[in-house]
């Protein structure tokens, strides 16, 4: 049934980004502009539908700065095309800032995301104003696709409400989603760590936000001078190994997973070219939100299959366009040649963007997974807490833990991959997110069996045997990383809450 709601969610989710363009493009029609504008929509439409939002009112808050948001972005995209240098300098800024706002709290770091959804459509087709369309009329159209993509996916929420596929998030979920990632689990368990004296690290939020400056930095300046015809595939990979960044060893498997898919989207769309030259643009249309929904329904899965739809996507988006087209009058020799400078330029990217995150003021994956261990653990015991049984808010309680756990999950793709290419550890990063994961079913079933109260009760020091496990866990991860102990440690509090 998990896998039938996650397609149901991807379909609904598409069909409003598709309804999103359809409705922009007809409106641009009428002022005689491009289709840029249906690809702002589209993107923005995509993106938020796949987040999560706490209710409505948060959603709600969303969609009112988002039209102005794409307003700024299409003033961004035109810069690129007027002003390169300085648009490349505006772009960076959008995109590193929203990162380094995260220190700010959780408001701060939704708005930061919120952000980067319309720069990164920007960055595939910038909104260049027409010269036959006024520019109050492209800042028109800017705006309108802002208000339609927002409108039409509180349209697919509603739907998929109906349907019980909501994306909402149950309440209190949202109350553990932390603003940044500090460098390091705390020491102590129940206060973050005092500042050190003397040399003192940046928090993880700066260091990522950095990362990212420097490596779209990188990208721009590389791309116009190796790659002028595929500069946007060394921005757009370097930008996309280092968005979400989870620390190094999960921007470096987010690397692989960027060129394979890369690799398989170039070459399908070429193939899909070379197959049916003449086929109109509505077959390509109707290729691409086929493929958008494939992509977002297997996501969850893996992100290989994502980067091969963003790469397969963007390609025809830019064929249907006219900004770079597939087959040239080289024909398949020709497209030989284009396809391998492509692969070079996401290729370098991807090293941009991994250089970045490992040698410039890095970020452990460990610090990362310990971390969140934390804040699962904080949550935890928030929903066991005494003072949760006298009002009626453990449910909220429970779900802000699920939120937390499903954090914790996030990092594991990474770990995982790194647990096939072997080790000297014993005990490995994903060994510990396996004891983590217990925890969901054993707190679920604590609370989901009948007996809980009456065997509670026949043996009073249970929940201090708990609370006792759930402090050494949380004084387990200290630094630096004692893995063994942490995993040790995770598995007594499952063993815990069991009993």
């Given at each position: 049934m998990t896998h039938l709601r996650t397609g149901l969610a991807a379909l609904v989710t598409t069909a409003a980004a598709a309804g999103a363009c359809a409705t922009v493009w007809l409106i641009s029609s009428l002022f005689g502009a491009g289709g840029a504008s249906a690809v702002l929509a589209t993107v923005v439409a995509l993106s938020l539908g796949r987040r999560e939002f706490a209710g409505r009112a948060e959603f709600a808050r969303s969609a009112l700065l988002l039209p102005v948001i794409g307003v700024a972005a299409a003033g961004v995209g035109w810069l690129l095309t007027a002003e390169p240098v300085v648009g490349a300098v505006v772009f960076v800024?959008?995109?590193?800032?929203?990162?380094?706002?995260r220190r700010f709290g959780p408001r701060a770091a939704r708005l930061g995301a919120l952000i980067a959804l319309p720069l990164t459509a920007m960055l595939v087709v910038p909104v260049a104003p027409a010269a036959e369309v006024p520019i109050w009329a492209s800042t028109l159209l800017a705006l309108i696709s802002g208000v339609v993509a927002v409108l039409w996916v509180?349209?697919?929420?509603?739907?998929?409400?109906?349907?019980?596929?909501?994306?909402l998030r149950r309440r209190g979920a949202a109350a553990v989603r932390p603003a940044p990632e500090p460098a390091a689990a705390p020491r102590a368990p129940s206060k973050p760590p005092a500042p050190r004296q003397g040399r003192r690290r940046l928090p993880a939020s700066t260091r990522m936000a950095l990362q990212l400056a420097i490596a779209l930095s990188v990208a721009f300046v590389v791309g116009w001078l190796v790659f002028p015809a595929?500069?946007?595939?060394?921005?757009?990979?370097?930008?996309?190994?280092?968005?979400?960044?989870?620390?190094?060893?999960?921007?470096?498997?987010k690397s692989v997973l960027r060129v394979v898919g890369a690799l398989g989207g170039s070459v399908a769309a070429v193939g899909m070219a070379l197959a049916v030259p003449t086929a109109g643009g509505f077959a390509a249309v109707v290729v691409i939100f086929v493929a958008?929904?494939?992509?977002?329904?297997?996501?969850?899965?893996s992100y290989a299959y994502w980067a091969l739809t963003v790469t397969l996507v963007i390609t025809l988006v830019q064929e249907l366009l006219g900004v770079s087209p597939l087959l040239g009058p080289g024909g398949l020799a020709g497209e030989a040649g284009m396809l391998g400078?492509?692969?070079?330029?996401?290729?370098?990217?991807?090293?941009?963007?991994?250089?970045?995150?490992?040698?410039?003021?890095?970020?452990?994956?460990?610090?990362?997974l310990r971390r969140r261990l934390s804040e699962l653990l904080i949550a935890l015991t928030t929903a066991l807490a005494p003072?949760?049984?006298?009002?009626?808010?453990?449910?909220?309680?429970?779900?802000?833990?699920?939120?937390?756990?499903?954090?914790?999950?996030?990092?594991?793709?990474?770990?995982?991959?790194?647990r096939l290419l072997g080790g000297r550890r014993t005990v490995q990063p994903i060994d510990c997110i396996d004891a983590a994961a217990a925890l969901g079913p054993a707190l679920d079933g604590r609370f989901g069996d009948a007996r809980f109260e009456g065997r509670r009760r026949a043996d009073p020091d249970a929940r201090s045997r708990l609370r006792e496990a759930i402090g050494q866990a949380r004084r387990s991860l200290?630094?630096?990383?004692?893995?063994?102990?942490?995993?040790?440690?995770?598995?007594?509090?499952?063993?815990?809450?069991?009993a």
């Open positions: 800024a959008g995109m590193s800032v929203p990162v380094w706002m509180a349209l697919a929420r509603e739907v998929l409400v109906l349907v019980g596929a909501s994306p595929h500069a946007i595939w060394v921005v757009l990979t370097a930008y996309i190994v280092n968005a979400g960044n989870r620390g190094r060893g999960d921007v470096l498997h958008l929904f494939v992509g977002t329904w297997l996501r969850t899965y400078e492509r692969m070079a330029a996401i290729v370098v990217g991807a090293v941009i963007g991994v250089a970045s995150a490992w040698f410039i003021l890095p970020v452990r994956s460990t610090d990362v003072d949760a049984e006298d009002t009626d808010d453990r449910p909220a309680r429970i779900a802000a833990f699920h939120s937390a756990l499903a954090r914790v999950e996030e990092l594991a793709p990474a770990h995982r991959a790194r200290g630094a630096p990383a004692d893995l063994e102990r942490i995993h040790s440690s995770l598995l007594a509090v499952a063993g815990a809450l069991e």
